[in-house]
């Protein structure tokens, strides 16, 4: 079951581990404090040290992808991030509370503190490994259709795509073409009311071909007037696996539906984090930037450009310059024709290829950040070349910049690099959702889930 806060969708199973996760990590450290801690310390030092040895720890775990629904690291995998998360979360949180002598913490309270966080968090995350695939968690759909629209419901075999809901079957439509084996049809007479309380279905997925032909109309209101929710196949679809599908997309539903929101308070909130942000990120990036210059300069010589600015189309389709540190030759587009970068291109150098690895080639775009063309978080910018290109081809391709264009991005999350139509179209799929969905809070978890995406070299080329 997924439920949907600060404009973004949150499966209950995961809610619940993550607070139980929250709660071990602040016992760990009370526990740790009656145990080892200072007795000269005040009462409050030991709230104090609970909240910031806790918090960094869970900010580390955030950044590790241990609160993604899209982790699927087997046991073994999940202890390594624990382990990682908990010992930086307790070195950042140590060095914090280093800055106030009266809540500094002995290093064995510390040691303590992290040796139980990391047993407790391992086993609590053996146990629910099961418990939060369980149907308990789960709610109970009924598809009405059996058609091609039926069949994308069958094909998420994704175990995080399926974990907010279970098919309980599927009711054919009439004068439609069935794709759905026959072993998964629910073959009746009886009316959808009647069925859905009989299988105590809790949600009917619209998802016939053809919708004139023979909508069930009277039928359906019964069953919502009962409390069984009525879902529209894609917002179905967008909910359950963080992606709008294009080929189902019709613009009533982006008319009519929530979300797509730029309201007054959005737009100052999203600059406020931006500048925040970008310079907190300047300010930690400065030294890894200027090794970056010196290398580039000892590679290609003195006389090399650094930084390359490269036209890209932005919010509301104005163009404006992107500013990068080079990771290519010089010569990489002597003939003037743009062209996507490819995995092994020979065109990137020594230095390009380390900081492209890194994403340490993107730090001066928070140059553009903090001149207002692009945001922190957002859609990547594309050159206007491949735009044209995508728009021509790809339906609703200009919606992805109804907002700033970003450093980060919720498709930069889901998907790898793309470099052909096809990943612009899967691209697509997740900005969309990320414009129909976007707010604060979901921008500050994207930020921190990026750090997996640099500390693992994930989609880089």
């Known amino acids: 079951m997924r439920i949907k806060l600060f404009e973004h969708y949150w499966h209950l199973g995961l809610i619940v581990l993550w607070f139980s996760e929250s709660a071990v990590i602040f016992g760990s450290s009370w526990m740790a404090y009656e145990w080892l801690g200072d007795p000269s310390h005040l009462p409050i030092a030991a709230w104090i040290q609970s909240i910031v040895l ?110 907010g809901f279970k098919v309980v079957g599927y009711v054919p439509a009439r004068n439609e073409e069935r794709v759905i084996p026959a072993d998964r049809l629910v073959a009746t007479d009886k009316p959808l009311g009647e069925l859905a309380r009989e299988l105590e279905i809790d949600e009917i997925v619209v998802a016939m071909d053809d919708r004139r032909q023979q909508f069930p109309l009277k039928e359906l209101l019964d069953c919502r007037l009962a409390g069984v929710e009525i879902t529209e196949l894609a917002t179905f679809l967008e909910r359950e696996t963080g992606k709008v599908y294009l080929d189902i997309l019709v613009p009533s539903w982006m008319i009519f539906g929530s979300g797509f929101r730029r309201d007054v308070a959005r737009l100052y909130s999203e600059r406020a984090f931006d500048v925040l942000a970008s310079l907190a990120l300047l300010l930690i990036a400065s030294p890894f930037m200027l090794l970056t210059m010196l290398a580039i300069k000892f590679e290609d010589g003195f006389a090399s450009p650094i930084l390359y600015g490269q036209p890209r189309v932005g919010y509301g389709g104005r163009v404006f310059r992107v500013l990068k540190f080079r990771s290519m030759r010089v010569d990489a587009e002597k003939d003037g024709k743009a062209r996507w970068a490819q995995a092994n291109d020979d065109r990137i150098t020594r230095v390009g290829r380390l900081i492209r690895k890194t994403r340490i080639d993107e730090l001066p775009q928070l140059l553009n950040v903090l001149r207002g063309h692009m945001s922190f978080v957002g859609p990547r910018p594309e050159r206007p070349e491949f735009v044209k290109q995508l728009s021509e081809t790809i339906p609703y391709y200009d919606e992805r910049h109804a907002v700033k264009p970003g450093i980060t991005g919720w498709a930069q999350l889901c998907y790898p690099y793309g470099a052909s139509e096809q990943d612009a179209i899967e691209k697509l799929q997740y900005d969309l959702y990320y414009v129909k969905n976007h707010g604060l809070l979901f921008d500050v978890l994207i930020l921190l889930q990026t750090v997996e995406v640099i500390l693992l070299g994930k989609g880089a080329r």
Do not use: W, Y
């Open 54 to 163: 806790g918090g960094c720890v869970i900010l580390a775990m955030i950044s590790m992808g241990l609160m993604s629904r899209r982790l699927r690291d087997r046991m073994a995998g999940i202890a390594l991030r624990i382990l990682l998360s908990v010992c930086a979360g307790a070195f950042f949180g140590t060095l914090l509370l280093g800055l106030t002598p009266e809540h500094r913490p002995p290093f064995a309270q510390v040691a303590m503190f992290a040796l139980l966080s990391c047993l407790l968090l391992v086993l609590l995350r053996a146990i629910a490994s099961g418990l939060i695939d369980d149907d308990i968690f789960k709610r109970s759909v009924l598809v009405f259709g059996s058609g091609t629209n039926a069949g994308r419901i069958q094909q998420l075999r994704r175990r995080a795509d399926q974990r």
